[in-house]
Structure formats: C-alpha cells, structure tokens
C-alpha cells in the first residue's frame, strides 16, 4: 500500500517506543500544556459569558432595551410616541416615564436617589420589575396613591419598611430664579432587590401621575421606555425606530448607555485569552525542545533517508508530522476537557463546595452565589485554532534542523 513517506515515517515515530526517558518525558508534558492551556481557556470564557450575561440581566431588569427622547418642541402626549413605538416591528412594550433627581429624607437620614415614575399598567416594560420585587406589588403605584417602592439598599440606609412613611424633595428652580424645592411624603408600599448598586442603592419607583405631581409646572422631563423582543438585537430594533418616528427623536439602546460596563468586559476576556494562551506557547516550547532532541537522537536515521534519495523537505515532513500528532492530540484533549467542564461548571462547583466545606460565592459578599457558564462555539473554535497554529509552528524550527543534517557527518562514526 502506498505511504507518503513523511506521514508514514513521521507515524512510526509517534508509535515507538523511545528508549530515551527524558525525551518520552517532555512529549507527555508537552500534550498535558496544551491540554490544560486549551481547556483552561474555553473555561474561563465560558464562566465569563456567563457572568456577562448575569450583568446584561441585572442592568436591564429595571431599564428598558431603549429610551426614546421627543423632539424639541414635542406638544403631544407622551403615550401617543409610545403608540407610535409599540407600532414597529420588534417593540413587545413602550411606556411613557419621568426620572429625575432627588433626595429621600427620614429623620435623620437623607439619600440621594432617582425618582421614577412608571405606569405599572403596560405589559413588556415592567415585567421584570414585577420580577424583582421582594415585597409588596407593582399593582400599588396608583396615581394620586403617593406610594413607592424603593429599592432594598435604600430602604435599609433610611431604615425604612413596607407601611413607613418617607419624604421625597425634588430640586427645582422658580419663576424668579432662586431654588424652590418641592416636598411631597410617600408611603413605602415595597421593596425590590436586583443584585446592583446601580438599581438596589438609588432608585425610587412611584406613579408616573405622582412624579409629575411633584415637578414644577411645566417641566418637560419625559421620556419613553420601549423593550424589544430580543434584547441583543437591540441595536438594530433601535435603528428601525428612529427611522419610523419623528424627526429629531432621540432613540439610545442600552448597548449605548452601558458600554462601559461591557468593553470592560470585553477587555479583561481579551487580556485573560491571551494570558492563558501563554500556557499553550509554553507547551509549544516543550515540544520544540522534545523534536529537537528526537532530531539528535535519529541523526543516523535522516542520513539514511537521505542516502535513499529523499528531499530536505520530505525529511522536514516526517518530523512536522511528528510535532503536529503530538500537538493536535493535545488540543483535541484539551477541548474535549474545556467543553466537558464549561458545560457541568454548576455541579463541579457544587461538588466541590460540598467535598471541602466552603462556599465560593458567598452570599453575603456576591450578589451572584452561583458561577454562571455560557459556551460559546465560536470561542472554541478560534481557541482550537489558535492552538493548532502554535503547535505547527513549534515544529518549523526542528524541521529545518533535521533537514539541514549532514548523511556524511551523522554516519562518519557509525
């Protein structure tokens, strides 16, 4: 049967068993770096989705995927924009709402928040409100009921429960000039908790017919809610948007509004890849140095081979064969591993837990006590990829030194 030779010597010498301790050594080593390198990477992205994914969650619970600012000079009423909103494909809610700055005074506490008045009767906008909510209920934001809902880490820096009154100033500006502001008292009707500071530390929910209660007359500081039907195609459900309202309508997506958030993300996903790349560049060096030392060792070998008649580069060929089995090997390994971990994290970490006796998230740290794992395809496929050419290139260097062998000089002495 036919074989090219450098495949098929290249096999032969992957099979064998090498008398030289050291050098079988550094091949096992070799293939565990990659393996380890390629499945500690697919992991920690993994668990990295995850937690970005928990952050996307937490940050749209109580916002909407997109905000839409009227025009200059806007007279109508805010809930026709809504209408118009909730016409356009891809929108499933759009509210009017009001969000200004405050204080929230109880004796002797005062907080600064943000107040925002909501119309807890449209369905898609508040929906994950009504999720958060540890007590009470969004049905009690009637207008004129002058109740709130504050979030948990407010209630407890005021020491406020469900029932307890709190007084709410707003800062304005009257007709002369000079500061007047505005003082209504509210009736805690419940608490929500969201798991971020953003959220559970500021902000104050009432109606949105109280909020405007409370503003001077005449102030314009409405806006309109609006969610889509998937969230990640915000950007281009907002696009649409603001093609079919008004001119001058300000239409920003929460991709906008929380991009520092996620380019953070973003960067300390790349820094840690290439961080842990250097894992598989160490391994890489392993298995130069474990061809190069096979090279030495089948000097005699590759002067026959040369003897025969064969090419610099068919000798080049049986030693990247060697190399790129070996490699490939571990980064198949290390997949399998990477993707085998990734998907049973949550069981892993309960085991663990459970076999050592301690938590890793701790409840009363982390707003999130669970490790969260997203695998992503895409990610294990340049992670595979970028593997597969670290190992190839780890065997250019021993190649040309084979191929550079003397057949003269390595059978001189035997």
């Known amino acids: 049967m036919f074989h090219p030779l450098p495949l098929y010597v290249g096999l032969r010498y992957v099979r064998a068993r090498s008398h030289k301790f050291f050098v079988s050594f550094i091949t096992w080593v070799s293939v565990a770096g990659?393996?380890?390198?390629?499945?500690?990477?697919?992991?920690?992205?993994?668990?990295m989705n995850g937690f970005e994914g928990e952050l996307r969650d937490r940050l749209l619970s109580l916002s909407a995927h997109a905000r839409i600012t009227p025009p200059p000079g806007w007279d109508e009423n805010l809930f026709a924009l809504a209408a118009d909103a909730q016409r356009v494909p891809g929108v499933v809610g759009a509210a009017p709402y009001i969000e200004v700055q405050a204080l929230a005074l109880r004796t002797p506490e005062m907080l600064p928040v943000v107040l925002r008045g909501i119309?807890?009767?449209?369905?898609?906008?508040?929906?994950?409100i009504a999720r958060a909510m540890k007590?009470?209920?969004?049905?009690?934001?009637?207008?004129?009921?002058?109740?709130?809902?504050?979030?948990?880490?407010?209630?407890?820096?005021?020491?406020?429960?469900?029932g307890d009154p709190v007084?709410?100033?707003?800062?304005?500006?009257?007709?002369?000039?000079?500061?007047e502001p505005r003082l209504r008292q509210f009736q805690v009707a419940g608490l929500f908790e969201v798991g971020l500071q953003d959220h559970d530390g500021v902000l104050v929910l009432a109606s949105l017919g109280d909020v405007r209660a409370v503003l001077p007359p005449g102030s314009r500081k409405g806006a309109v809610h609006v969610r889509f039907d998937d969230a990640l195609a915000s950007p281009e459900r907002a696009a649409a948007l603001r093609a079919a309202l008004p001119a001058g309508t300000v239409v920003r997506d929460w991709t906008e509004d929380h991009a520092n958030y996620f380019r953070a993300i973003r960067i300390e996903k790349t820094m840690m890849s290439l961080i842990l790349m250097l894992i598989v560049a160490v391994a890489a060096f392993n298995i130069?140095?474990?061809?190069?030392?096979?090279?030495?060792?089948k000097r005699t070998d590759i002067a026959i081979l040369r003897t025969f008649g064969a090419a610099p580069v068919r000798v080049m060929g049986v030693f990247a064969v060697q190399g790129l089995v070996i490699g490939w090997f571990g980064v198949l390994a290390g997949v399998v591993l990477g993707v085998a971990i990734a998907r049973n994290v949550t069981p892993i970490v309960a085991f663990l837990e459970r076999a050592f006796g301690f938590q890793i998230m701790?409840?009363?740290?982390?707003?999130i006590t669970r490790i969260p794992s997203?695998?992503?395809?895409?990610?294990?496929?340049?992670?595979?990829?970028?593997?597969?050419v670290l190992t190839a290139l780890a065997t250019v260097y021993p190649a040309l030194r084979a191929a550079r062998v003397a057949?003269?000089?390595a059978l001189r002495y035997e």
């Open 167 to 179: 007084t709410v100033l707003v800062p304005s500006i009257g007709p002369g000039g000079a500061p």
């Open 135 to 162: 007590s009470g209920s969004l049905a009690a934001l009637t207008p004129g009921s002058n109740r709130v809902i504050l979030g948990s880490i407010v209630a407890q820096r005021l020491g406020v429960a469900p």
């Open 119 to 128: 119309d807890p009767g449209v369905a898609g906008t508040v929906t994950d």
């Open 288 to 297: 130069v140095a474990m061809l190069v030392m096979v090279v030495t060792d």
């Open 34 to 47: 990659v393996c380890v390198g390629v499945a500690a990477l697919i992991v920690i992205l993994s668990v």
């Open 362 to 367: 701790d409840s009363d740290v982390y707003y």
């Open 374 to 388: 997203v695998l992503e395809w895409q990610h294990v496929t340049w992670i595979g990829a970028a593997a597969l």
């Open 407 to 409: 057949p003269a000089e």
